[in-house]
């Protein structure tokens, strides 16, 4: 069974603040992949970022960064200096194969970010 | 833009009424999948579809049927719709390569009244 927890339901900030968003995984495969999506007000799923289990590098770009460390079974997402145009529901979501070539994506409930001006 | 089209984007129905809802995509992925989101659910997986007249079920597939007889679309219907399946559903497809992640349509407003 593949379970991921994103235990921030509302997360409020003011314009400019950091803002770490949590996301705790369950999974007993040895190959699987980590997403986040973005969802703004209007409405659509924005793919941001894929990381698979065998690379725990870091990455960051720009304003955003992802940490992913096996250890904790987390992959937690930062936005640097947040701006009112990062207001939007934020989707954890892990990836493994499900027979075949076909593949299982299991998403989080999201977390709502609000930031204030 | 992954070329994925949804049809309708909104509708309202009565209860007991037949509702199919199209996804259509422009790039002859193979895989497509049906998605519900909800409030205090996130998304939960329908249906999904691994190539023509292939599909199988998700965690939530009661009361909906699915059918691919096109690369290109993959329908979803509502035998007779309830209340409970007022959602806003999502159609995505899966890109070339090993890695799972799906790119999205721009959802479907459903209200079952």
């Known amino acids: 069974a593949q379970k991921v927890t994103q235990a921030q339901t509302e997360i409020s900030v003011v314009e400019k603040e950091d803002v770490t968003l949590d996301c705790v995984y369950e999974?007993?495969?040895?190959?699987?992949?980590l997403f986040w999506y973005k969802q703004p007000p209007s409405g659509e799923l924005v793919f941001l970022i894929r990381?698979?289990?065998?690379?725990?590098q870091n990455e960051i770009s720009g304003r955003y960064s992802w940490n992913f460390q096996k250890s904790t079974s987390s992959f937690n997402f930062t936005i640097t200096a947040s701006q009112v145009v990062d207001s939007a529901v934020y989707f954890c979501?892990?990836?493994?194969?499900?027979?075949?070539?076909?593949?299982?994506?299991?998403f989080g409930k999201g977390t709502l970010l609000t930031v204030n001006p | 833009d992954a070329g994925i089209t949804q049809s309708p984007r909104h509708k309202v129905t009565e209860t007991g009424t037949p509702v199919t809802l199209r996804c259509h995509q422009t790039?002859?992925?193979?895989?497509m999948y049906w998605y519900r989101q909800d409030p205090g659910h996130g998304l939960r997986l329908i249906h999904y579809?691994?190539?023509?007249?292939?599909?199988d079920k998700g965690e939530v597939s009661d009361g909906y049927s699915v059918s691919r007889s096109k690369t290109e679309d993959f329908l979803l219907t509502l035998e007779s719709a309830t209340s409970s399946q007022t959602s806003v559903y999502f159609c995505?497809?899966?890109?070339?390569?090993?890695?799972?992640?799906?790119?999205f349509g721009e959802g479907s407003r459903l209200t079952v009244l």
């Open positions: 999974t007993r495969d040895t190959t699987y992949y």
């Open positions: 579809s691994y190539g023509v007249k292939d599909t």
């Open positions: 790039e002859n992925h193979r895989y």
């Open positions: 990381r698979n289990s065998f690379d725990e």
């Open positions: 995505a497809i899966r890109t070339s390569g090993n890695t799972g992640e799906l790119f």
């Open positions: 979501a892990l990836s493994e194969r499900s027979g075949g070539s076909n593949y299982k994506l299991t």
